[in-house]
């Protein structure tokens, strides 16, 4: 069953997705970002070549020629990711295909609308079973 993990309190949902992406890229594995919103996709991709000089994160975005040699994948396609470890969750509902990956991190921003969806994902993902850890990053900063 799918792990699932709520990052709430995220100060930038970008920024937090590429800490997540880093961090499962050094495990070595395979992360689809899911952005299913072109505009965001595309600010996702600047980011990941932009944030860190000095440490590149292998990443291209759903639909590029070499998405199934990629660890980091950003859009919606979960069939060009090489093998399904990491699904990072940047929409408002939750991805249909969820349930092939083996965890699921949905990063949460401090607007409460934003709040109010993952309320609603969180629901949706405990009536049917699963287990679900919560992060505050909040408390991270103090």
């Keep these: ?9 995220a100060p930038s949902k ?3 997705a590429r800490k997540l992406a880093t961090k499962a890229f ?8 899911y952005a299913p919103d072109p505009e965001q ?10 944030a860190q000089q000095l440490s590149f994160l292998p990443h291209v975005r ?22 399904a470890d990491i699904l990072i969750n940047l929409a408002e ?17 401090a607007e409460e609308g934003d709040r109010e969806r993952a309320r609603e994902r969180f629901r949706f993902f405990k009536q049917r079973g699963y287990s679900l ?10």
Excluded at 26 to 33: I, R, T
Excluded at 42 to 48: E, M, R
Excluded at 133 to 142: F, G, V, Y
């Design 1 to 9: 069953m799918t792990r699932i993990d709520f990052y709430f309190n």
């Design 14 to 16: 970008t920024d937090v």
């Design 41 to 50: 996709a595309k600010a996702l991709d600047t980011l990941f070549w932009t």
């Design 62 to 83: 759903c639909g590029h020629p070499l998405a199934r040699q990629t660890p980091i994948l950003i859009g919606a396609d979960p069939d060009e990711l090489a093998s």
């Design 26 to 33: 050094n495990a070595g594995q395979n992360v689809l970002v």
């Design 93 to 109: 509902q939750p991805p249909e295909f969820f349930g092939r990956f083996q965890r699921l991190l949905e990063v949460v921003g």
């Design 133 to 142: 850890e919560t992060h505050d990053l909040a408390e991270k900063d103090s």
